[in-house]
Nanobody
Framework: QVSLMESGGGSVTAGRSLTLSCAAT????????MAWFRQPPGKEREGVAS???????IYADSVKGRAVISRDSTKNILYLEMHSLKPEDAAMYYC??????????????????WGQGTQVTVSS
């Protein structure tokens, strides 16, 4: 059974950085498309960044230049570095895996497996 477990969230002031981690079990971060999503309170889940098997990345416009998605294949962990955090970055952050073809890469419909999320709070 695939398991994804996020960690690294917290409460920070605007302008600071955070690195989120997603530890995968029974799924290789090296061989599958994975992504980070976020869901602010009362809003829909939105794609933040994706990382393909070949290393190609896609970033949402809202985080371009401030986010870096990466993986450590030896530890089987997916990361999301967020820099220059803004109050609008506050959300529950989720990692996702298990690509389903036919949907855009940063659409929640693209992924079968989800973690429980890690909360990021940004104060101004």
């Amino acid at each position: 059974q695939v398991s994804l477990m996020e960690s690294g969230g917290g409460s920070v002031t605007a302008g600071r950085s955070l690195t989120l981690s997603c530890a995968a079990t029974n799924f290789s971060v090296r061989t599958g498309l994975m992504a980070w999503f976020r869901q602010p309170p009362g809003k829909e889940r939105e794609g933040v960044a994706s990382l393909a098997e070949i290393g190609a990345t896609i970033y949402a416009d809202s985080v371009k230049g401030r986010a870096v998605i990466s993986r450590d294949s030896t530890k089987n962990i997916l990361y999301l570095e967020m820099h220059s955090l803004k109050p609008e970055d506050a959300a529950m952050y989720y990692c996702a895996a298990g690509s389903i073809s036919g949907f855009p890469i940063l659409s929640p419909l693209r992924y079968k497996y989800w973690g429980q999320g890690t909360q990021v709070t940004v104060s101004s």
